[in-house]
């Protein structure tokens, strides 16, 4: 392959409006309205039975993904075109279908190209449902 069939690198912006987490236009989507926060971003949301894993209890994979995208978010905030680059999540409570929930994410450090966040998921309570620490690549 010769320099002018290349590829050139593509520059990945956060923001779509398809995005399956936060997008205004996908409708199977969770879209999720995300807000500053002094220190990060958070969302308030009820997750849907179309997210089910087990009966009544959220998926997992949508639990990780809420986690990650108000992670993402807190870096787009604070300027940061990031993507994830690791993404270690507890679950600690099931999150419930038709149960309101509060995502929160802030970033903790900063080194190199590298930004370290952390997310937390909790019930109209208080309690921790989950949590999540990220390294995101800028």
């Not at 220190?39 to 997992?60: A, L, S, Y």
């Not at 990031?82 to 600690?92: D, M, N, P």
């Amino acid at each position: 392959m010769s320099e002018s069939d290349a590829t050139p690198p593509r520059t990945v912006i956060k923001g779509s409006d398809y995005c399956f987490a936060c997008g205004i236009d996908n409708e199977q989507g969770l879209r999720l309205k995300i807000t500053p926060t002094e220190d990060g971003c958070r969302t308030v949301f009820t997750p849907q039975r179309r997210f089910e894993g087990f009966h009544d209890v959220i998926h997992g994979g949508i639990v990780a993904t809420v986690l990650d995208e108000v992670i993402a978010w807190a870096c787009r905030l604070k300027g940061y075109n990031a993507l994830t680059a690791e993404l270690t999540v507890r679950y600690r409570r099931p999150l419930l279908v038709n149960v309101p929930v509060q995502a929160e994410a802030r970033i903790t450090r900063e080194h190199g190209r590298l930004v370290f966040a952390e997310s937390t998921i909790r019930d109209e309570a208080g309690e921790i449902l989950a949590t999540a620490t990220a390294k995101m690549m800028r």
